[in-house]
Nanobody, 129 residues
Framework: QVQLVESGGGSAQAGGSLSLSCEVT????????MGWFRQAPEKEREGVAA????????DYADSVKGRFTISQDNAKNTLYLQMNSLKPEDTAMYYC??????????????????????WGQGTQVTVSS
């Protein structure tokens, strides 16, 4: 069974940095892509950053371009998100996801395990002004 476990997060001042990690276990083959998503209170979940496992290409939401960096260590089955120049509007619960569907829209916040998209349990990021 595919499991994703996030770590990191916490609190930071505006302008500061935080990093997130996500370890994938329970699967022996690579995903098509992995991504980070976030959901603030009373808002819908949104895609933040995605990385395509095969070629390593990345994709970012406009709101985080130039500030966040997604990366992966295939040997460790671990996904990372480095968040710099944090803003109060970055405050949210952050989730990682792995998608095993070829051609999936990796920044889409939708998808269920029955469809090939697996989610972590989330980790809180709080940025104060």
């Amino acid at each position: 069974q595919v499991q994703l476990v996030e770590s990191g997060g916490g609190s930071a001042q505006a302008g500061g940095s935080l990093s997130l990690s996500c370890e994938v276990t329970g699967v022996t083959y690579s995903s098509y892509c992995m991504g980070w998503f976030r959901q603030a209170p009373e808002k819908e979940r949104e895609g933040v950053a995605a990385i395509y496992t095969g070629g390593g290409s990345t994709d970012y939401a406009d709101s985080v371009k130039g500030r966040f960096t997604i990366s992966q260590d295939n040997a460790k089955n671990t996904l990372y998100l480095q968040m710099n120049s944090l803003k109060p509007e970055d405050t949210a619960m952050y989730y990682c996801a792995a998608d095993y569907r070829a051609g999936a829209r990796c920044l889409s916040p939708h998808g269920l395990p029955t469809q090939g998209r697996y989610w972590g349990q989330g980790t809180q990021v709080t940025v104060s002004s």
